[in-house]
DNA sequence: TTGTAAGCGTTATCAT
DNA sequence: ATGATAACGCTTACAA
């Protein structure tokens, strides 16, 4: 019979049944009323050569859109580890899939530029350059920035870092607290922010160093200085998933929580391995991607998208009690 | 002074840098070589005019390829939940990334079909149908399943699921375990594969039921099971994360690990903050994700692609004892 | 090494 | 409701 013949395209199609080019078109599309019967005709012929729709990248191109939003994250493996980032990931993925676009995952390093993305979201926390920024404003790429650098061009998504992180504070020193020590992110504008709430309450608060959100990593952090500590009493984190690495490595040495350690976390994730409710911050984490997703919806359409700034709220639970 | 102009095309640095379109192409893709007077030109051309390299979906068409590669992994939030699929996901994106593709995130839901996308991998363990199934076949979109249903036409990437579990149910019968039980995963070729390895050694093995690899639901799906058991003295999981909700589990309730219950894993990921190293079947989840992508790459380049099967490694860690 | 020209497969505009 | 036609911006034979 027939060799390796090429894929059969709208023309053919269009060919088949006898119509024209537009008509096929508008068939697929829906964009214009097409009748009935002719309609018939078309998905006819198209089923009858095997035409399986419009080919993708002939109407991006003619369209100027690629339906593919980038969303930088960093490493993968570490950037999802913590359930805040999948929590927040899930949310911008619900609304862009419902809008129809796919969500491509860019690591940090790989070039990029040679993809058709419509839109990028920035969601690395605790970097504050980014190789590919220059490259995107130069493609007039809209940039939707989540608690990162206000880069200039960019939508800022962002939430309330230095009122939640000085509300926690608050509570423990209303529990007495007065020697606490900090666990921070690597430098970064959410990491400052929330500094600056502890040291609204706890102007000497001693930084303990900076880690991910892992607990292998927080634990390896804390460990010596907890046997050294000085007389903290409380340790704040800057994840729920820094405050659990924390707290198991408390107890491996011995130390009660809350008795003789309060720990606080970041962030409201469930944490359903560890047998206590941390006292925490928590985030609006649905509406952050949500609110995201939005933003990049706003700036594809090319509308004018404002900032947005998502409250917090402290969380008490079990893993903060009186010095 | 010049009102909203259009973005600058290759042809307007053609243009302006007094050479052909072909040339100032090749300046770009370096696909055949040009002098290096003639390439000063066209940059200085583009840099003047602003151009900031040739639209992506312009090439995309001409070459017929787009650079992303789908990757189905069902719900984001749970099936990033487990470290065993992100550590394949790194693996993926690692290769993918150096051979210049993007890796797009396909919800189970969502419609994919306008996308453009140069091959899929299909990453749902636990699901035997999907709805974007035919849709590929009928674009040709080459398909790489793992660890999931062998259909026509995809590539298949998979380990030794039952070889590892009837290791792991030898282990468990030479310390005297006669009364067993099993968590399992969804019906799928894997459990059942997993389930047959089980039931060589252990052929009235119960099953306690079904859940995804998530702490929380594993808990609860043991709870009762672990008051009323009758007398079984050890529980084969279908993942790590499977496995520490049962010791979690079964400490609640004040058994001990391994002394009172022996429990069992599946993939060999980290669990930190766990305070005992499980024992369980060690899968190449790197080695699985590099030979995933390295068949997608096959796979675009139309090259023959052959089906890849992973073995497997029992380690023995403290979740397991003598009956 | 550079230029000419032919598409890639659509969608959108404008008539009819 | 349908048809003719012009882009969309680039890459790649092929020619010179």
């Given at each position: 019979m027939s060799g390796p013949t090429r894929a059969p395209t709208l023309a053919d199609v269009a060919a088949s049944a006898g119509?024209?080019?537009?008509?096929?078109?508008?068939?697929?599309?829906?964009?214009?009323p097409v009748s009935a019967t002719t309609r018939e005709r078309v998905l006819a012929a198209a089923a009858e050569l095997g035409y399986s729709g419009p080919n993708?990248?002939?109407?991006?191109?003619?369209?100027?859109?690629?339906?593919?939003?980038?969303?930088?994250?960093?490493?993968?493996?570490?950037?999802?580890?913590?359930?805040?980032?999948?929590?927040?990931?899930?949310?911008?993925?619900?609304?862009?899939?419902?809008?129809?676009?796919?969500l491509l995952l860019m690591?940090?390093?790989?070039?990029?530029?040679r993809l058709p993305l419509d839109a990028v979201i920035y969601d690395i926390c605790g970097r504050e350059t980014w190789a590919a920024y220059a490259d995107l404003v130069a493609r007039d790429v809209p940039l939707v920035v989540v608690e990162g650098p206000a880069w200039p061009g960019s939508t800022y998504i962002d939430i309330e870092h230095r009122v939640g992180s000085a509300a926690l504070a608050e509570h423990l020193h209303a529990l007495g607290h007065r020697d606490v020590a900090t666990v921070t992110l690597a430098a970064s504008h959410p990491q400052r922010e929330r500094e600056a709430g502890l040291r609204d309450v706890f102007p000497h608060a001693r930084v303990l160093g900076a880690c991910e959100s892992d607990v292998a990593a927080v634990q390896s952090l804390v460990a010596h200085h907890l046997d050294d500590r000085g007389p903290v009493t409380a340790i704040v984190c800057q994840s729920d998933v820094q405050a659990a690495g924390v707290v198991l490595e408390a107890r491996r040495r011995g130390l009660r929580v809350p008795e003789d350690l309060s720990v606080a976390g970041f962030d409201g994730v469930a944490t359903p391995w560890l047998d206590l409710e941390l006292t925490t911050v928590v985030q609006p984490l649905a509406d952050k991607g949500h609110a995201t997703a939005e933003a990049v919806l706003g700036r594809i359409a090319g509308a004018d998208v404002s900032d947005v700034l998502l409250p917090v709220a402290l969380r008490v639970g079990d893993s903060t009690a009186p010095a």
């Open positions: 119509v024209s080019l537009s008509t096929a078109s508008l068939t697929f599309s829906g964009n214009k993708p990248l002939a109407r991006n191109l003619r369209q100027g859109r690629s339906g593919v939003v980038g969303i930088a994250v960093g490493q993968l493996s570490t950037a999802f580890r913590d359930p805040a980032a999948l929590a927040m990931l899930d949310a911008v993925s619900e609304v862009l899939g419902a809008a129809g676009l796919g690591s940090d390093d790989d070039d990029h530029a």
